[in-house]
């Protein structure tokens, strides 16, 4: 596997984790129990991933995010409380992907996931924040779970396919650039309705 590639699913798992933390990594180390993701011998230590005390853990708080992502103004709530956690889950996945003899990519990668997943947990919350003032549940819930599935198929595509895996990561960083785009235009209409001064 060459540095294009490392770099290409160390950007993309980072990205990942901005949204889906606890189902990136349970996803890993489902795949790798079930030697569906074979690794390269640098990448031996993402093997803690597969352990069933991490896996358990990762599933229970997978499971927790997926219900308190479902319900309106609690999956802001669940982002805020992620504001710090994600980025540094994100920023040791990526440690872990890289190679361990070169310290030097090592600290860029740390601090490359860390920023990937904190823009990316920025994005999510921000879309989720604007989405929750509409009054009907049924958007929130949609979106949510259309973050499961590309989590998933994206990760997925990210570890079978680490030529691809780079262009997964640029599309998911214009993504979240759109998001954040997007959240501050409809706050921004929220907000800048209510300062209208009333009619004369």
């Given at each position: 596997?060459?540095?294009v590639?490392?770099?290409?699913i160390?950007?993309?798992?980072?990205?990942?984790?901005?949204?889906?933390?606890?189902?990136?990594?349970?996803?890993?180390?489902?795949?790798?129990?079930?030697?569906?993701?074979?690794?390269?011998?640098?990448?031996?230590?993402?093997?803690?991933?597969?352990?069933?005390?991490?896996?358990?853990?990762?599933?229970l708080?997978a499971?927790a995010?997926?219900?308190?992502?479902?319900?309106?103004?609690?999956?802001?709530?669940?982002?805020?409380?992620?504001?710090f956690?994600?980025?540094?889950?994100?920023?040791?996945l990526?440690?872990?992907?890289?190679?361990?003899?070169?310290?030097?990519?090592?600290?860029?990668?740390?601090?490359?996931?860390?920023?990937?997943?904190f823009?990316?947990?920025?994005?999510?919350?921000?879309?989720?924040?604007?989405?929750?003032?509409?009054?009907?549940?049924?958007?929130?819930?949609?979106?949510?779970?259309?973050?499961?599935?590309?989590?998933v198929?994206?990760?997925?595509?990210?570890y079978?396919?680490?030529?691809?895996?780079?262009?997964?990561?640029?599309?998911?960083?214009?993504?979240?650039?759109?998001?954040?785009?997007?959240?501050?235009?409809?706050?921004?209409?929220?907000?800048?309705r209510?300062?209208?001064p009333?009619?004369?």
């Open positions: 596997m060459g540095v590639e490392i770099i290409g160390a950007g993309s798992v980072s990205l990942l984790a901005g949204w889906r933390l606890y189902l990136c990594i349970f996803a890993t180390g489902l795949a790798m129990r079930l030697d569906a993701l074979p690794l390269p011998e640098h990448l031996a230590s993402l093997d803690v991933l597969a352990n069933p005390w991490v896996m358990a853990i990762a599933a708080a499971v995010e997926f219900f308190a992502d479902k319900v309106m103004w609690l999956d802001s709530i669940w982002d805020g409380v992620h504001t956690i994600r980025p540094v889950g994100g920023a040791l990526a440690l872990a992907i890289v190679d361990p003899s070169d310290p030097a990519t090592q600290v860029i990668a740390f601090l490359l996931g860390g920023g990937a997943s823009a990316a947990h920025a994005g999510k919350a921000s879309a989720r924040g604007a989405i929750n003032t509409s009054p009907e549940p049924v958007s929130n819930m949609v979106v949510s779970t259309a973050e499961d599935v590309a989590t198929g994206l990760l997925y595509l990210a079978e396919f680490p030529l691809v895996a780079g262009g997964i990561a640029l599309a998911l960083l214009a993504l979240t650039v759109w998001l954040l785009m997007v959240a501050r235009r409809v706050i921004g209409l929220i907000f800048g209510r300062k209208e009333p009619p004369a």
